[in-house]
């Protein structure tokens, strides 16, 4: 089989309510020269039956769509595994419930192809229940303080992702392990400035503490915070958090429609809004 230029993967475990809007954005692009795989964490509540009802019009449309559907033990092994199986020059990690902004996301990105270039990134609009904010992702200089872009918004080589791979002793931050390596090796990435994808929060990596913890071994493993500012930093992540605690026990005791428009207000006031109102 021939090379193709994109690989899309989606990993999705039991989101049969979210899982159609996925396939159907990647379904409507105009571009043709990619593969989509859907690696599944052997979902029970229906998400690979609906999957499959898409294959034949995958096919009718020429692209190779594969699903595999077992157990994982993470959301990084599941993307290890996905990216073991795809043939694309470049992936693009969808994940379940995320969507593509537009039907032309693939034209536009095809236009970056180039050689040397380990990342091809855009921005993203985040979405919170009916609420949207468009994200701009910064330079990658910047990635000493954090990731610089949203996953499902960056196309990476398959290349160097085959011979890294994301470390899966990190839960929810080898992606940024990942991209800080390449970035400490002096690999190119490039800023396509323009949307990619609707990333809709509230997954596995929207827990805060574990993912910060993280991060800030990640920055003190490459060299960006020196032994007094990871130690700082580690005492002020202690302070958090205890004061999650206390959030989480206050949400499990408010009723759900309160929490919510709760939240509503919380991503008003930060500027989410409804997407027509969105300036791209």
Same mark, same amino acid.
């Given at each position: 089989?021939?090379?193709?230029?994109?690989?899309?993967?989606?990993?999705?475990?039991?989101?049969?309510?979210?899982?159609?809007?996925?396939?159907?954005?990647?379904?409507?692009?105009?571009?043709?020269?990619?593969?989509? @795989?859907?690696?599944?964490?052997?979902?029970?509540?229906? *998400?690979?039956?609906?999957?499959?009802?898409?294959?034949?019009?995958?096919?009718?449309?020429? =692209?190779?769509?594969? =699903?595999?559907?077992?157990?994982? *033990?993470?959301?990084?092994?599941?993307?290890?595994?996905? *990216?073991?199986?795809?043939?694309?020059?470049?992936?693009?990690?969808?994940?379940?419930?995320?969507?593509?902004?537009?039907?032309?996301?693939?034209?536009?990105?095809?236009?970056?192809?180039?050689?040397?270039?380990?990342?091809?990134?855009?921005?993203?609009?985040?979405?919170?229940?009916?609420?949207?904010?468009?994200?701009?992702?910064?330079?990658?200089?910047?990635?000493?303080?954090?990731?610089?872009?949203?996953?499902?918004?960056?196309?990476?080589?398959?290349?160097?992702?085959?011979?890294?791979?994301?470390?899966?002793?990190?839960?929810?931050?080898?992606?940024?392990?990942f991209f800080s390596q390449c970035y400490c090796m002096g690999k190119t990435f490039?800023?396509?400035?323009?949307?990619?994808?609707?990333?809709?929060?509230?997954?596995?990596?929207?827990?805060?503490?574990?993912?910060?913890?993280?991060?800030?071994?990640?920055?003190?493993?490459?060299?960006?915070?020196?032994?007094?500012?990871?130690?700082?930093?580690?005492?002020?992540?202690?302070? @958090?958090?205890?004061?999650?605690? =206390?959030?989480?026990?206050?949400?499990? =005791?408010?009723?759900?429609? @309160?929490?919510?428009?709760?939240?509503?207000?919380?991503?008003?006031?930060?500027?989410? *809004?409804?997407?027509?109102?969105?300036?791209?």
């Open positions: 089989m021939s090379m193709l230029l994109f690989s899309i993967i989606t990993i999705c475990y039991n989101i049969n309510h979210e899982i159609e809007k996925t396939i159907e954005s990647v379904l409507k692009q105009r571009f043709t020269d990619y593969e989509y @795989i859907i690696v599944d964490g052997q979902s029970v509540d229906g *998400t690979v039956e609906i999957a499959k009802s898409y294959e034949e019009y995958f096919k009718q449309k020429g =692209i190779n769509y594969t =699903i595999v559907s077992e157990k994982d *033990t993470g959301i990084y092994n599941a993307m290890n595994k996905g *990216t073991n199986i795809s043939n694309g020059k470049w992936l693009l990690f969808l994940n379940g419930g995320d969507y593509l902004c537009s039907e032309d996301v693939l034209s536009k990105v095809s236009g970056y192809d180039c050689d040397n270039v380990v990342t091809v990134y855009g921005s993203v609009i985040c979405k919170m229940n009916n609420l949207y904010s468009h994200v701009e992702c910064s330079e990658i200089s910047e990635i000493t303080k954090g990731m610089v872009f949203c996953h499902q918004s960056a196309f990476i080589l398959r290349e160097i992702l085959m011979q890294y791979g994301y470390d899966e002793n990190y839960k929810l931050a080898a992606d940024y392990n490039v800023n396509m400035n323009f949307p990619v994808s609707v990333f809709v929060l509230g997954g596995a990596s929207s827990e805060p503490v574990l993912h910060l913890q993280e991060k800030a071994k990640i920055q003190y493993y490459r060299g960006f915070m020196d032994d007094s500012q990871y130690e700082s930093r580690k005492k002020e992540l202690e302070r @958090i958090g205890r004061k999650y605690k =206390i959030r989480d026990f206050l949400c499990n =005791i408010i009723p759900l429609f @309160i929490l919510n428009r709760l939240r509503i207000l919380k991503y008003r006031k930060l500027g989410y *809004t409804e997407i027509e109102k969105i300036q791209l």
